[in-house]
Antibody
Framework: EVQLVESGGGLVKPGGSLRLSCAAS????????MHWVRQAPGKGLEWVSS????????YYGDSVKGRFTISRDNAQNSVYLQMNSLRAEDTAVYYCARDTHGSGKMDFWGQGTTVTVSS | QSVLIQAPSASGTPEQRVTISCSGSSPNVGNNYVYWYQHFPGTAPRLLIY???QRPSGIPDRFSGSKSGTSASLAISGLRSEDEADYYCASWDDSLSGVVFGGGTKVTVL
């Protein structure tokens, strides 16, 4: 069964950093584009970032550009999100999702990890 | 303000048909596929429709999608209580070079 398991969330002060991980299993991870999508409390889904299978294409949403960095390790079947200069508005549940085409077709999602930015 | 525009809520009685609209523009819906996701709070979102009108395996045929120009819609026929959830449209945006989501529509079964 396909699995995506996020980890690394927690409570961090404004200006701090956090690194999220997403461990994949039971599918050929190296063939998929991977996304991070978040949902702030009481808000809708917001796309954060994506990385293509071979890391040639990396994209960020405007709200995180310059602060967040996405990366992946195909040997470890994992994708990461390094989050720096965190703000209160980054508080959200962060999901990783796989995408067959890299165009937004996210056919499987993890259960999410919660990030809280507060002093 | 989301790039793709959805009404915040929709409702219907059991067995009714409910339609959710998603309004975009040329760089996104007008030029790329539309996807629809179902989300129950606290759980992983689920892909309902891909490539405008295709259903992944396991998605009931009560769910259908369509697209015309820069707008798309999701229809739920034979509404059931278990369909109470948030529904989001999404598409790639060529100008933003990223995925854009609608603001979500909360469906209530009366």
């Amino acid at each position: 069964e396909v699995q995506l398991v996020e980890s690394g969330g927690g409570l961090v002060k404004p200006g701090g950093s956090l690194r999220l991980s997403c461990a994949a299993s039971e599918f050929l991870f190296s063939s998929y584009t991977m996304h991070w999508v978040r949902q702030a409390p009481g808000k809708g889904l917001e796309w954060v970032s994506s990385i293509s299978s071979g890391t040639s294409y990396i994209y960020y949403g405007d709200s995180v550009k310059g602060r967040f960095t996405i990366s992946r390790d195909n040997a470890q079947n994992s994708v990461y999100l390094q989050m720096n200069s965190l703000r209160a508005e980054d508080t959200a549940v962060y999901y990783c999702a796989r995408d067959t085409h890299g165009s937004g077709k996210m056919d499987f999602w993890g259960q999410g990890t919660t990030v809280t930015v507060s002093s | 303000q989301s790039v793709l525009i959805q009404a915040p809520s929709a409702s219907g009685t059991p067995e009714q048909r409910v339609t959710i609209s998603c309004s975009g523009s040329s760089p996104n819906v007008g030029n790329n596929y539309v996807y629809w996701y179902q989300h129950f709070p606290g759980t992983a979102p689920r892909l309902l429709i891909y490539n405008n009108n295709q259903r992944p395996s396991g998605i009931p045929d009560r769910f259908s999608g369509s697209k015309s120009g820069t707008s798309a819609s999701l229809a739920i026929s034979g509404l059931r209580s278990e369909d109470e959830a948030d529904y989001y449209c999404a598409s790639w945006d060529d100008s933003l070079s990223g995925v854009v989501f609608g603001g979500g529509t909360k469906v209530t079964v009366l």
